[in-house]
């Protein structure tokens, strides 16, 4: 979603003629001289995919609100070739073109000022076509007719400036003409739907699309490819899904699940939807920077994000579809309708449509108990959040660069937690008539975060400005610490005091939050709200169960209770809501890892956890002991008696669950089958890993169902040997369907073994797994071998940023050694920081430099606490014989699943073999 490489600052100044010298620059919001506004974009466009070039001609109506002798405006790489300038004042000399690089800017001066007033400028230029998601790009893709190409356009957050030049800011906004000439036969698509098609001849057609509403720049979107489209009609909008040929069928879901939601959100927002059509386009390939983009009325994702093929996707693969469309669709209103004025409000945008994913996911697939994965989402922006490195969710934003990596933790999961707590704080249909009206007074502009506190307010009645500028003008965790409760007069009391959660700066004093909180007693219906004011809280609670701080996680903080009062929790932990099951086992993780509380405190936790739980907190006790092996990495021996406790607590829930699925199981079961091996193979199951090699081997077509073969598939290359390697590589190269071709490539960067880790490297930096591929398959590497991924990516630093689009390259590069916990390897972030990205753009290095060092300061102070923690529990003798215990029932319920003459038979089709 982003890229516009830029180091230097621009700036703004009021009646400004044209830029001043850079060095001179100040240290403020970038921004164009606000001397001219445009109004309308009639661009004309032709590219050659061939020859990897375009051709254009835009004519901007524009608006000189003060007298300028010079029009600046945004453009990367571009050629003009003729400038004109018409208007009321008659016509004027073809101006001075001066074009800026490192500013991405293109300067017209004029022999004389332009007094106030409408003018049309008319620009002739040429462009390039990218292989990147960025700007107006191609994608090659193999078919069973042989290889085709097809273009698509992605602007977000400022590359509308490759294509087009123009005010490419998100306050400046217009409407869009927009005439095509692509090849005959080809399907060219825009925001609005087509309005006129001629034949030209000589193999080319003429597609014109109607002006679009009036939007931001970086919304303008086109693509143009051997593609088809269904449709379907949901009230006055067509709803579309656009694929390769062929591939129209596996969109299917997509496009049911997109009218359920639109009918959704014109009801929420109280705003139809305002096109005419909404299309999902999905290109083949894949990014590793972003999975879906949401242009106005044309929503443009990579297949993997749409569509679900029958021969390897899952039940995640259906969530994933659904959540996806929810949130790019949210964006039409949260957004498109109503934009933020500039970058530093981004969360604005990207937050509130998280939260709008979540809460539409749970209210119209139930099922699936997504509302249990909100504590992921909170748990993934306060581990960012706790550490250096972190920043407000309203964030001051210089330059594009920055822009860039604002799409991040704290934008998207701190943003939806924060307003997920102030839609608990001042209720649902408060805040809904607050959104309403929001965006009823600011449809078609920009707003600040402020203009969403008013509307609000105003709805309910109740002041949230404190609150909400406390959570998103400050970065940084609040810690809630619960005294010994004490029952009295069948009522708990408690005193909660607020600090502040930190894992890398511990001696930092601590910030304050207003903090609502909501308490609760097991057993006892009537929940306790209050505001955390203060600083410290005098708490009265109905009942005298097991006490809940932040009962229900719907507020964003840490939880830190007392011992006595955890060890209640720990006894009563499976009579407690999913939900807050999933808080506690989550806070306790993160506070044991931070030496915050006693980490056997996470562990008594998992080992407490009923069979019977539900799936999602099997699945996030399986992730802390994925992660804990992870910290074992260069301890073997510990390891080994990590692992022998892990599978033995993992395996038996595996043999519950089964390889095959059973009639009339849950979703989330599903999902919890393919984490549970998954994670298993990770910790060096023999058993899984042999039962996969098994099924991988046969020449049973049941053995691989749909549901399970790209899973299995990961267990057989992780754990690969040379020969393994190469028939998994031979069948990505003969594969033609590239959904499976993409999980192939990436399944050949995810071995153990770094031999075959470094034969991934090389094969990622040749043509063959295509060019929006290779640095996912170099990220993939990193997973397990940070150190080699991250000096392979120096080491060949041209070719890997040829694959990266630029303003990902401060991202890209220092996240690639964030995982590891080499000492040396901070020096070395460092170094590749100082010599390759300006100061403004060190932000994602100075995050893995902090990881890394986090996670060396884990491994020294927390596993020796984890050693001694296995030492005291089941005897090493005993937990060999509970860990063959429980290989021995799971190898029996494979078997009867195998022997079973009904096994698998509900698949109908047959997966293809490697």
Known sequence: MRRSFISALVFTIVGATALPALASAPAVTTQLPRTVRPSHYDLALTPDAQKMTFAASVTISIEVVQTTDTITLNAADLTFKAARLSGRHGHFHAPRITLDPALQTASFRFERPLPKGSYRLTLDYTGKIGTQAAGLFAVDYQTAAGSKRALFTQFENSDARDMIPSWDEPAYKATFT?????????????????????????????????????????????????????????????????????????????????????????????????????????????????????????????????????????????????????HEMAHQWFGDLVTMRWWDDIWLNEGFASWMESRTTARLRPQWHTELANIDGREYAMARDAGAGTHPVVQRIRTVEQASQAFDEITYQKGEAVIRMLESYVGSDAWRAGVRAYMKQHAYGNTVSDDLWRAIEAAANKPI??????????????????????????????????????????????????????????????????????????????????????????????????????????????????????????????????????IGAVLDLARAIAPGAEPQIWDKMASIFAAIDNYYRDDQPGRANWRRFAIARLAPKLAQVGWKPQAEEAEPVAILRTNLIRTLSALNDADVIAEARRRYASADPQAMPPDLRMTLLAVVARHADATTWEGLHAAAIAETTPLIKDGLYTLLATSSDQTLARRALDLALTAEPGATKSSGMIAAVAALHPDLAFDYALAHLPAVEERVDAASRSRYIPALASGSANAAMPAKVRAYAQAHLAPAARRSAEIAIADIEYRITVRQRRLPQISAWLSRQTPPQAATQAATQAATQRTTATAAQLASPAADSSHKQQPVQY
């Open 465 to 598: 400005r404190t609150i909400a500028h406390d959570f998103t003008l400050q970065a940084g965790v609040p810690l809630v610490e619960v005294g010994d409760t004490v029952c009295r007069d069948g009522d708990t009391h408690v005193t909660l005091t607020q600090g502040e959660f930190t894992k890398n700066e511990p001696e930092r004093k601590a910030q304050h939050w207003n903090v609502p909180v909501i308490a609760q007693t097991l057993g006892h219906p009537t929940p306790v709200r209050t505001l955390l004011s203060s600083g410290k809280a005098e708490l009265r609670v109905p009942g005298c169960g097991a006490l809940i701080v932040n009962a229900g996680q719907s507020a964003y903080f840490r939880t830190l209770y007392s011992a006595r009062d955890f060890a209640a929790l720990s006894r009563d932990i499976n009579a407690l809501p999913a939900i807050d099951q999933l808080g506690i086992l989550a806070d306790s993780w993160s506070l044991g890892v931070a030496g915050k509380q006693d």
């Open 178 to 326: 927009l005439t095509a000439t692509v090849p005959s036969g080809d399907l060219a698509v825009s925001n609005m739907p087509a309005a006129k098609t001629t034949v030209l001849g000589n193999g080319l057609t003429r597609v014109q699309f109607p002006p679009s509403p009036k939007m931001s720049s970086y919304l303008l979107f086109f693509a143009s490819g051997d593609f088809e489209r269904a449709t379907q009609q949901a009230g006055s909008t067509e709803l579309g899904v656009i694929t390769k040929k062929g591939a129209g069928a596996q969109a299917a879901y997509a496009l049911a699940s997109s009218a359920e939601v639109l009918r959704e959100y014109n009801d929420y927002f109280a705003i139809p939807f305002p096109l005419p059509k909404l299309d999902n386009i999905a290109a083949p390939g894949t990014s590793q920077f972003f999975s879906a983009m949401e242009n106005w009325g044309a929503i443009f994702t990579f297949e993997h994000t749409l569509l679900l093929d029958p021969a390897i996707s899952t039940q995640a693969d259906k969530q994933r579809v659904f959540s996806v469309a929810a």
